[in-house]
């Protein structure tokens, strides 16, 4: 039994202790183990945690059912990731809110150089499905590298993954309940075929039931491992547009397509379009436009820094593990360099005074 993984899979099962604070948790102690080994009185002085807060992790048990999950995962050569292993999405990493630990299966990556988010209403309408696969399509010609995301749901969700597995694209469905069932059943056959391209995600541990607050959750999910969130349909309120304001929140692009004002299932779309929230979209090139996306030419972009002085020392590490992760918050890169946030800070500083990289909301930096 892979016994670092049982202890990874436990401190995600801790009541009361969110992605946040286990991440801070982590950075101030430096090991996962730690925190089952540590005393009240020190976990009490990590920022975050007050002696209530100790007090549950001192008391709480969690391993052996981390035991009984690892024995899952082994059963059904399933995948576990964790937020500081190299495989975890990076995009989704940058979300304070993300979960700490991802159950998958599939063969496929959970990361891409072109990721996009495809939600709307489970009532689709015929043109909503000859758009969302019109697109899709259109999507697979110019960018075959991209992977399309959505939630295994009716409506729109089956639509783009049945989209993109006509088309040829690799799909990820990431799922509200362990991967020890499908829901909803009826699409338990697109499950499997997908598997062969892409992948069936969760935050969920086996037993998990696909309660309703489990599907916000997996929203966010959908919205923070991905470069953009579209919306295909939606009414005014709905699921869709609680994705798209989650996709918003954590600096991604939103497009939406537009319907008639009379539509019912236009009016979300149309709302967040009038509102700024979401870029209009009807075509591929209008996406294009909107992503700024290029077809890829077997061009390397990591060459373009040759035009300048490569950073040296600390800040060169830092500058190339920003370049690896794409994008990438300060306490996450405290974590994986073992540097004070403070340091990373200070040389965060320099290199965006120097024109190499950029402050984005939420303290995440990405290369220029």
């Not at 992503?291 to 990591?302: A, F, K, R």
Request: a neutral charge; charged letters at 25%.
């Amino acid at each position: 039994m892979d016994t670092k993984l049982k202890y990874k899979i436990a401190v995600s099962l801790i009541k009361g202790l969110g992605p946040k604070l286990i991440r801070n948790v982590i950075a101030y102690l430096g090991d996962v183990e730690a925190i089952f080994s540590e005393k009240e009185k020190m976990l009490t002085k990590i920022p975050g945690i007050g002696e209530k807060q100790a007090a549950v992790i001192i008391r709480s048990s969690p391993l052996e059912r981390a035991k009984k999950e690892v024995e899952f995962i082994e059963k059904h050569n399933l995948k576990a990731t964790f937020f500081l292993d190299d495989d975890f999405p990076s995009r989704l990493n940058n979300c304070e809110d993300a979960p700490v630990m991802l159950y998958h299966k599939g063969n496929h990556s959970l990361v891409g150089s072109k990721m996009l988010a495809v939600v709307g209403t489970r009532q689709v309408t015929e043109n909503g499905k000859e758009n969302c696969r019109a697109l899709i399509r259109d999507i697979a010609h110019k960018y075959p590298e991209t992977i399309i995301v959505s939630g295994l749901a009716y409506g729109v969700d089956i639509c783009a993954h049945r989209a993109a597995l006509e088309f040829g694209l690799p799909t990820i469905a990431v799922l509200a309940h362990g991967l020890d069932r499908i829901y909803p059943g009826m699409h338990r056959n697109t499950a499997k075929e997908l598997l062969h391209s892409g992948a069936l995600l969760t935050e969920f541990t086996s037993g998990t039931n696909p309660d309703r607050q489990n599907f916000v959750k997996r929203n966010r999910i959908v919205a923070g491992m991905t470069d953009a969130t579209l919306v295909v349909e939606s009414a005014i309120k709905g699921g869709a547009l609680l994705t798209a304001h989650m996709a918003q929140s954590y600096n991604r692009d939103v497009l939406a397509f537009p319907g008639r004002v009379d539509d019912e299932y236009s009016k979300g779309c149309n709302k967040i379009i009038k509102s700024n929230v979401a870029a209009m979209v009807e075509n591929v090139n209008d996406l294009e436009y909107a992503l700024n996306w290029e077809p890829c030419h077997g061009s390397d972009g990591s060459k373009q820094l040759s035009m300048f002085n490569q950073p040296e020392g600390d800040a060169g590490i830092i500058y190339n593990m920003v370049q690896q992760e794409k994008e990438i918050s300060v306490n996450l890169l405290s974590i994986k360099l073992d540097m004070p946030v403070s340091k990373i800070a200070s040389l965060m500083l320099q290199l965006e005074f120097d024109g190499l990289v950029k402050n984005l909301p939420g303290n995440v930096y990405r290369c220029l």
